[in-house]
């Protein structure tokens, strides 16, 4: 079975350029994750879906960035105009809500981006 | 004061070492814990649940103080291929929210 399939794997852009960034959840998890690590941090959490609905948007810099998830599928994050400080890794995430107590989140392996 | 905090390290030990993690939360109705490996450039992937009674998995075991609001994990044995970045994941009751700590790095010499 396929994981969290993202893309593309490294982003090389001059600040004040547009970027997005692609991710497939693993199919079947109605939970989507984005999150932002920076060098020697935790991943820190941009946006929650479930489904095709933010749940969980409060620290994405809305002035920036944006998201969708149309069909409640794939989603994209996208930062307009990009500045220095965006420089990170971002991963997308899934989860399968389910009935489970301990259901983990699958990450895929994220999109490096550099901002110069 | 962050809402899952570990000591960043990094944590040096040889080979055969035993060596223990902590790491605390501070929303007291969080229900679900996790230790994540992240390993060098690579995506965090789930170690291991933590379970109220403590649980074991080979040479790692994760124990959890709701009292006092820590978990941990204990690795025995330390190989090598242990070298990584452990995150400490907490998700708060009724929410399919992961807040990660800042992981804690882990080196193991030969």
């Known amino acids: 079975e396929a994981g969290v399939v993202q893309s593309p794997r490294y982003k090389i852009i001059e600040k004040k350029q547009p970027v997005a960034f692609w991710c497939n959840p693993i199919s079947g998890h109605n939970t989507l994750y984005w999150y932002r690590q920076n060098l020697g941090q935790g991943p820190e959490l941009l946006i929650r879906?479930?489904?095709?609905?933010?749940?969980?948007d409060s620290q994405l810099p809305k002035d920036r960035f944006s998201a969708e998830r149309l069909k409640g599928v794939d989603s994209t994050l996208k930062i307009q105009p990009a500045e220095l400080g965006d420089s990170a890794v971002y991963l997308c995430?899934?989860?399968?809500?389910?009935?489970?107590?301990?259901?983990?989140?699958?990450f895929g392996q994220g999109t490096r981006l550099t901002v110069v | 004061r962050k809402e899952v905090e570990q000591d960043p390290g990094p944590f040096n030990v040889p080979e055969g070492a035993t060596v223990a993690f902590n790491c605390t939360y501070s929303n007291s109705a969080s229900q679900s814990f996790f230790w994540y490996r992240q390993d060098c450039r690579k995506e965090p992937k789930l170690l291991m649940s933590?379970?109220?009674s403590g649980n074991e998995d080979g040479r790692f075991t994760a124990q959890l103080n709701r009292a006092s609001q820590y978990i941990s994990l204990l690795i025995r044995d330390s190989k090598l291929s242990d070298s990584a970045t452990y995150l400490c994941?907490?998700?708060?009751?009724?929410?399919?929210?992961?807040?990660f700590g800042t992981g804690t790095r882990l080196k193991v010499l030969a």
């Open positions: 933590v379970y109220s």
């Open positions: 995430a899934s989860s399968s809500p389910g009935q489970l107590l301990n259901t983990e989140a699958f």
């Open positions: 994941v907490v998700r708060p009751s009724g929410t399919y929210k992961y807040i």
């Open positions: 879906y479930e489904n095709e609905e933010a749940v969980d």
